[in-house]
């Protein structure tokens, strides 16, 4: 049921942050990232690897989406705080995309070939999907924006899942004190 719940709150996540973008108000996906935090991390048995996942994620997604920015590939709305760098809703989105890949898309973990393609294949429509919405504009020519979003994230998301579970590894192992015993 958690995964169903994590799947969910992901998704309303995500609709909240571009619905509240395309209508200049940068704090919903902020907002909808908190609530979705807070439960994953109350019910989450994996709470110290989901939060380095999550901190993770915010700054791959903000280097990755200020590129975008810069380059002109992506125009941002709301873009706070500053229109040439990734904005605050588009960092919620990446945290809360972090929250699922320990739950909901574990799968992706131990296959990498399809975490590939679903992010090469799953991005570059979410990123459409949001212009639609208003959230962000492409170029007059969305071909290169496009094909850049899909090797950006054919490579990110496996990369996401390894570091998921490498995170889960080192949470799972024992500490050992100053006297290299287990505690």
């Not at 973008?21 to 935090?37: E, I, N, P, S, T």
């Not at 709470?47 to 590129?67: E, K, P, Q, T, Y």
């Not at 973990?109 to 991005?123: C, D, E, Q, W």
């Not at 996401?160 to 490498?166: G, K």
Request: aromatic fraction near 12%; charge should be neutral; include cysteine.
């Amino acid at each position: 049921m958690n995964l169903w719940i994590n799947a969910i709150l992901y998704q309303a996540t995500w609709l909240i942050a571009i619905a509240g973008a395309a209508h200049d108000c940068w704090w919903a996906g902020l907002l909808a990232l908190a609530v979705f935090a807070v439960w994953q991390l109350a019910t989450s048995s994996l709470r110290r690897a989901d939060v380095l996942l999550v901190l993770s994620a915010a700054s791959i997604g903000f280097g990755v989406d200020s590129a975008f920015a810069q380059t002109g590939l992506l125009t941002y709305a709301a873009a706070t705080p500053w229109e040439r760098l990734a904005p605050i809703w588009i960092i919620a989105l990446w945290m809360s995309f972090a929250l699922t890949l320990n739950h909901s898309l574990a799968y992706l973990k131990t296959h990498p070939l399809f975490a590939s393609a679903l992010g090469g294949i799953g991005a570059p429509l979410a990123y459409l999907a949001a212009a639609h919405w208003g959230a962000l504009a492409f170029p007059a020519v969305q071909l290169p924006s496009l094909l850049l979003l899909a090797a950006t994230w054919a490579v990110l998301t496996p990369a996401l899942c390894r570091l998921a579970q490498e995170l889960c590894l080192r949470s799972a192992a024992p500490s050992f004190a100053l006297h290299g015993g287990p505690q």
